[in-house]
């Protein structure tokens, strides 16, 4: 019986000491992120998770901001001014922020026929900017409703998904 009791014993005392080692450690970690702060951030790496630090980059990936595959946020201007069908744009302006999550590219199409392509965009990498649009197929003076299809796409500029914004173009002369 007391080989039984010693093994129990043995056993209790080992979860309590590895319960003080993991309060150490998280004591330790939050220590030093305080202690830290006021210093430069250096660059950031991918981290090696090993037995030592997995709780610590546990955490840390469960305090970063997710964003979903795919997501996509339109920074644009939804109507877009020409002096001519033929000119380039006053304020026609679109954006890739760096938040979002894949390159695009986009389409701007007429809103009864969707058919007729009327502008074909670069690819916009994440983070930058097109202005200074011009239409690949000039259109006579009047009000258009168009439709602007982004198309988000992969490594190999494969589709991924689209979002379909709608815009207004203007055409004055």
């Known amino acids: 019986m007391s080989d039984t009791n010693s093994k129990g014993s043995n056993g209790l005392k080992i979860a309590i000491a590895v319960g003080v080692v993991v309060i150490v450690a998280l004591l330790g970690v939050v220590i030093f992120l305080l202690v830290g702060k006021d210093k430069e951030e250096p660059e950031r790496r991918n981290v090696v998770v090993t037995q030592d630090n997995v709780d610590e980059v546990v955490e840390e990936m469960d305090n970063q901001e997710y964003i979903e595959p795919g997501y996509y946020e339109a920074s644009m201007n939804t109507t877009w001014t020409f002096a001519t069908g033929s000119d380039v744009s006053e304020d026609a302006y679109v954006a890739n922020v760096e938040g979002n999550t894949n390159d695009v590219y986009f ?46 796409i992969d490594e190999e500029q494969k589709t991924v998904s689209t979002v379909r914004v709608g815009i207004t173009i203007v055409v004055n002369q």
């Open 107 to 152: 389409d701007v199409v007429l809103a009864e026929d969707e058919d007729q392509v009327i502008y074909k965009s670069p690819v916009l990498p994440r983070g930058s900017e097109l202005e200074n649009i011009a239409l690949d197929t000039p259109l006579d003076a009047g009000t258009y409703n168009c439709v602007c299809i982004y198309h988000l």
